[in-house]
């Protein structure tokens, strides 16, 4: 994180923002992206996104703890350049899509980290028929205006989840002790957001 970030969005505000008013923002597609990481076999990870997601953030920039922020994941997006696998991940023993197809995450509160730029993200976090609360890193990237005049931030997420917690495949381990597929999932996301007008 840059120890920068904060002056720079504070400077911003004086040119873009109504001082002490939050404003909606909505995720753009074309400039975001959901990556996430899973180990295998304990010797190597598997990378994989989703392609299908949209968000709503409201920022106030002189009040960054308000900070709120809904997300909707399409389970049938999931992108790991393999089609079968990605095919196999949509049945009962994995996401179950069917009943289940939406991973959603809503915000409860944002609290400053251990620096002035850092900022940490509870929510609660629903996909396969449960609901858990997380937490993740939370970095703001800046704030401008896009081609069509348009006020635009940036940010970023960090964080891990526990498949197994979710009840999300099983447990089975290769002969060397690890888990065929490991329980943590490591996810960034990197995000634009355009002001709703």
Known sequence: MKSFTLILVSFVCLFL?????????????????????????????????????????????????????????????????????????????????????????VSKKVEQGDDD??????????????????????ELGGMTKNHKGVEVIGFELEGEVDRLHFGIGDDKKHSNGELFLGAEVEFEIHAEAVKVE
């Open 117 to 138: 730029d850092e900022f940490i993200m509870t929510g609660d976090l629903s996909m396969h028929g449960m609901t858990q609360e997380i937490q993740m890193e939370f």
């Open 17 to 105: 923002c109504t001082p002490g008013e939050a404003a909606k923002y909505t995720v753009d597609p074309v400039h975001s992206s959901v990556d996430f990481e899973i180990g295998h076999m304990g010797i190597s990870e598997i990378t994989g996104r989703f392609r299908g997601y949209s968000g709503v953030i409201e920022f106030d920039p002189e009040n960054i703890a308000a900070t709120t922020l809904s997300a909707t994941l399409e389970i049938s997006s999931i992108d790991t350049a393999n089609e079968k696998r990605d095919e196999h991940l949509q049945q009962d023993d994995y996401f179950d899509t069917a009943k289940h197809p939406y991973i959603t995450f």
